[in-house]
């Protein structure tokens, strides 16, 4: 097995992951807040969506799919169009609702599909590249990428987590 394909394998299950939280799911239910001030599906997949989408544009050059797409306007949250969720007050997260989960899952499955053309064409060599020099050591490409796909799998968890919680919903 290629690296390459062990990448596109780790990034598919994330995935499958947003596709089974998201799977017969109501706005309303999708935007509750655990305990009323919990994070909620909808801020957990626009996050994990969110950072893979600006991680993966930095350490690819491409342009991320959020400003590539227009999906700060089409959203509507009144957030910075840069922000991507990472220390988020929780007015900031309770901003982030959704009215279309359709909408949702469209902009995740078009960062999906970025992320995986990129991965796919990278070669063994390539993921040695120090791709962010402020840690000790550096931090490669691959170190990054396995991050990317850790830190979206546990946010895909807290999403399904949440999905099983009783609601009054």
Same mark, same amino acid.
């Not at 050059?61 to 949250?77: M, N, T």
């Given at each position: 097995?290629? +690296?390459? /394909?062990?990448?596109?394998?780790? #990034?598919?299950?994330?995935? +499958?992951?947003?596709?089974?939280? *998201?799977?017969?799911? &109501?706005?309303?239910?999708? @935007?509750?807040?655990?305990?009323?001030?919990?994070? #909620?599906?909808?801020?957990?997949?626009?996050?994990?969506?969110?950072? %893979?989408?600006? %991680?993966?544009?930095? $350490?690819?050059?491409?342009?991320? $799919?959020?400003?590539?797409?227009?999906?700060?306007?089409?959203?509507? #949250?009144? *957030?910075?169009?840069?922000?991507?969720?990472?220390?988020?007050?929780?007015? /900031?997260?309770?901003?982030?609702?959704? /009215? &279309?989960?359709?909408? *949702?899952?469209?902009?995740?499955? @078009? $960062?999906?599909?970025? &992320?995986?053309?990129?991965?796919?064409?990278?070669? @063994? #060599?390539?993921?040695?590249?120090?791709?962010?020099?402020?840690? @000790?050591?550096?931090? +490669?490409?691959?170190?990054?990428?396995?991050?990317?796909?850790?830190?979206? $799998? /546990?946010?895909?968890? %807290?999403?399904?987590?949440?999905?099983?919680?009783? +609601?009054?919903?």
């Amino acid at each position: 097995m290629e +690296t390459s /394909q062990l990448l596109e394998d780790a #990034f598919g299950r994330i995935d +499958t992951i947003v596709s089974a939280v *998201l799977d017969g799911l &109501s706005p309303e239910r999708a @935007n509750w807040r655990p305990g009323g001030t919990g994070n #909620f599906i909808a801020w957990l997949v626009w996050h994990l969506s969110r950072a %893979q989408d600006e %991680q993966i544009a930095n $350490v690819s050059g491409l342009e991320p $799919v959020w400003s590539k797409g227009g999906y700060a306007e089409i959203f509507g #949250f009144g *957030l910075d169009p840069a922000d991507h969720g990472y220390g988020h007050t929780s007015a /900031q997260v309770d901003a982030v609702r959704v /009215q &279309s989960l359709a909408l *949702l899952q469209e902009y995740h499955h @078009n $960062v999906l599909a970025q &992320s995986l053309d990129y991965v796919r064409e990278l070669s @063994n #060599f390539e993921l040695d590249r120090v791709v962010d020099t402020r840690w @000790n050591p550096p931090v +490669t490409l691959a170190v990054r990428l396995v991050s990317i796909v850790d830190d979206c $799998v /546990q946010h895909g968890g %807290q999403a399904a987590y949440v999905k099983g919680l009783p +609601t009054t919903l």
